[in-house]
């Protein structure tokens, strides 16, 4: 009896009504006459606290439960031979090898991909797009295990887990870059797989209301651990889930409640906590606690006293019920309470013991994937309890260590055979071996006819979609050219003319997808409002303030553009999403996300590394770039580091460009590049908000400023004994511009003048370069191209950047000669770009000192003329490092 009900009768009264409703008129009216009687509660006063919390049982009674059509004992079998051979592979792997492995989580989730695989997930065809599946990244040995039973790999490839070297291994986790053809999305860093596939079903939705690709009825599916979940991007978008109503995402959260260490929630319980917040995000929640075993007990159940005590034990207990036995669980779970003992008195230990939970029962998991494939209007998540490291036994069975188990004695195995009646005899056990399904046998031919009836092998994936008509170098003519006299503008604004032009090209302008975190204005984007819309999958339900403005804010079912908000990640979710769209919908989508440079790889510098793996394909826009550029903004604002984020990512090829020109000869070569020519190379670019002129286009510079660096101008107006070259990269090029000016003229040096518009690649190409003389010795020496450009050059060389020391830094093994770098090392600051650059000593003057100082360095000149130059420009040579301040 509850000691709440101060009227048992009464509150059977009304048990009784509901249940009447219920049989009499479904639960939809049940549902409306509950509502209806807290709504008059809480309007005449009473205070109904709001619980997005049900009951710690399953959310579909068996009643109501969809049977699968599958034959379950010969989907028993297989599944149990892939559970074997995924725990081999890490076994065998380990046993000359230190390269470890993980057995735990994919023992607790054979089940829920085994369904997913057998009745649900529809793979790529001629007929169909088909689903999405983000795997969970330590799973992947199952993963390769069910393969390996399709015969889609090895037995060789399975022994060479996590032994890649000799270009017949698999990778650890999913890698797209590792395994082009297998995998399609990289999730092993925790929390980003949930992130990346909400806005992948977002992305399919625009890609369908816009008529670019057939997604209706597709589904994205994400798989994660309870664990993962405390990670802030796996919750972070869950609300863009339900209020983009994206019935086409489901999300599957494997609680073995076990992080890596430890319990998730040992003092809680993390199916009720998530239960909670995603039902209070908008999602429709489908617990699976339970397996078939428990409904007898359940539905003798009639006081809710089992109920109680299931939700009483808290995550710790369940952990250390799994750890033990049936007698234990006999004693400390259902001991608590005679009535509960009584319920249990005619089943055995082993009874008990066998009582399953629901992320093991296929039937509970096929359920609740019907449910949520049939769901409409909302996201769906299935929170599945199971076991971790399910089958290990005592090697690791519900045991704080199983997460870093590799290892298991023949003791473990064998129990591990028995317990899923494997063939393996006794003599053979230690072997390990892999278990094969025989051609012809009734396992083999069922996976083959569930493989057939889903549309095939879901693990393929596409390398190339048809390639796209990409405009020449003189559909930007106007940037080619000088902008003319008193005309000024910024490089933002020059990439804001290249984007206006593409969008309106006849062969590829639908493609182009513009996204930004809400910093249109910032970037001079604000007119393609009106011209492209902003994407809405409802339209615009309101009339913007602005209407009567000529760049409005437009919201438009076919709109083009994606503004993610204040959201840097997002952004970048959606630009990988519609960067590999080749792949994953077999058309090419050219996106381009410009986000301030500050907030770019620094922040999501994870997912960028993410987009590298899985051969994303567009270009990325560090807006507002450099750390003396952006006026009064600040420490954190101000970039002078983002191009060494870029140059960590291999596939990432960057660059600073200066003039419109160099812009645009930049990004015409990357959509060759990547959407002609399909490399799997992305763009990073930065651009500036700074206004001047801009000159036209040297003769023949295209060349240089893809491969990094051109000359820009020759010194020499005047003849001279005194030469130096001097490098600019972006804004701070003027700057160099200005010095070469002022060394021929008040100190008669002539000065080249070189506009680099990426160290990153002049670095990688001279490194190839440099490999190739260590391995060639034999062979004439080849010379990089910095030292190609440099080596008929006379003087030292002075390089000035917008960006820390070390970045100019990267090609000095290459320079011929003397080398002298100056860079924006420290904190970022407001103030005017001029004061700015005095204070980080990379202006006008610094440049002239450098050059000055190197000269004198080689016995040129008399270092008091260095010394007179420093008094010259009121420059105080005590004054402390810009990095200490």
Known sequence: MDPMDIDPQETQEWLDALETVLMNEGTERAHFLLEKLVEKARRSGAYLPYSANTAYINTIPPGKEERSPGDHALEHRIRSYIRWNAMAMVLRANRHTNVGGHIASFASAATLYDVGYNHFWRAANEHQGGDLVYVQGHSAPGIYARAFLLDELTSDQLDNFRQEVGNNGLSSYPHPWLMPDFWQFPTVSMGLGPLMAIYQARFMKYLGARGLAQTEGRKVWAFMGDGEMDEPESLGAISLGAREKLDNLIFVINCNLQRLDGPVRGNGKIIQEMESTFRGAGWNVIKVIWGSYWDPLLAKDTKGLLQQRMMECVDGEYQTFKSRDGAYVRQHFFGKYPELLEMVANMSDDDIWRLNRGGHDPHKVYAAYSTAMKHTGQPTVILAKTIKGYGMGEAGEAQNITHQQKKMGTISLKAFRNRFGLPVPDDKIDEIPYLKLEEGSPEYNYMRARQQAMGGFIHHRRRKAAALQIPPLSAFETLLKASGEGRESSTTMAFVRILNVLVKDKNIGKHVVP???????????????????????????????????????????????????????????????????????????????????????????????????????????????????????????????????????????????????????????????????????????????????????????????????????????????????????????????????????????????????????????????????????????????????????????????????????????????????????????????????????????????????????????????????????????????????
């Open 515 to 885: 996204i930004v975190a809400d910093e249109s204005r910032t970037f001079g984007m604000e007119g393609m409002f009106r011209q492209l819309g902003i994407w809405s999958s409802v339209g615009q339900l309101y009339t913007p303030e602005d209407a009567d403005q000529l760049m409005y804010y437009k919201e438009d079912r076919n709109g083009q553009i994606l503004q993610e908000g204040i959201n840097e990640a997002g952004a970048m979710a959606s630009w990988m999403a519609a960067a590999t769209a080749y792949s994953t919908h077999g058309v090419q989508m050219i996106p381009f996300y410009i986000f301030y440079s500050m907030f770019g790889f620094q922040r999501i510098g994870d997912l960028a590394w993410a987009a590298g793996d899985m051969r994303c394909r567009g270009f990325l826009l560090g807006g507002t770039a450099g750390r003396t550029t952006l006026n009064g903004e600040g420490l954190q604002h101000e970039d002078g580091h983002s191009h060494l984020a870029a140059s960590t990512i291999p596939n990432c090829v960057s660059y600073d460009p200066t003039f419109a020109y160099e812009l645009a000869v930049i990004m015409q070569d990357g959509l060759r590049r990547m959407y002609q020519e399909q490399e799997d190379v992305y763009y990073y670019i930065t651009v500036m908000n700074e206004n001047y002129p801009h000159p036209e286009m040297p003769k023949g510079a295209e060349q240089g400023i893809l491969q990094g660096m051109y000359l820009f101008r020759s010194g020499g107006k005047q003849r001279s004994k005194l030469h130096v070259q001097l490098l600019g990269s972006g804004t701070i090029l003027r700057e160099v511009i200005a010095a070469a000016e002022i060394l021929e003229k008040d100190y008669k040096v002539s000065a080249d003048i070189w506009s680099v518009t990426s160290f990153n690649q002049l670095r990688r190409e001279a490194l190839a370069v440099s490999r190739y003389n260590l391995l060639h010795p034999d062979e004439p020496a080849r010379l990089s191209y910095v030292e190609t450009c440099l080596k008929d050059r006379e003087g030292p060389v002075i390089a000035s950047t917008d960006y820390m020391k070390i970045v100019a830094d990267q090609i000095r093994e290459f320079i011929p000669g003397r080398y002298f770098v100056l860079g924006t090392d420290g904190f970022g600051r407001s103030d005017t770009r001029e004061k700015l650059r005095q204070f980080f000593e990379v202006d006008r003057h610094y440049v002239v000192i450098a050059a000055l100082k190197a000269l004198a360095d080689e016995g040129k000149i008399p270092s008091s003329q260095v010394t007179k130059a420093i008094r010259t420009f009121a420059i105080d040579p005590d004054k402390p490092e810009p990095v200490k301040i």
